[in-house]
């Protein structure tokens, strides 16, 4: 029995829609604005590299709480 037999619909854990997407791909979140993307500043990239938040995560700006929830990132959708 496959997914077109069982009417699932993917959803892709990675989709925050169009707006959050690119909001997060240049780092504007935590009140970092587009003067942060177009003029050099010291801040951290969020996140670590290796694991990346979902639609599934419980919010979407903890970052700090990565190291205690890391297991909870890695899991396959």
């Avoid at 990675?14 to 009140?31: P, S």
């Avoid at 993307?37 to 709480?65: I, Y």
């Amino acid at each position: 029995m496959g997914n077109a037999e069982c009417f699932q619909v993917y959803i892709n854990p990675y989709d925050f829609g169009r707006r959050k997407n690119w909001q997060l791909f240049l780092g504007m979140v935590r009140g970092r604005t587009w003067r942060h993307v177009l003029l050099p500043s010291p801040h951290k990239p969020t996140g670590e590299g290796l694991t990346w938040h979902t639609v599934h995560s419980d919010t979407e700006d903890d970052s700090e709480e990565e190291d205690s929830n890391r297991g909870e990132y890695l899991k396959d959708p």
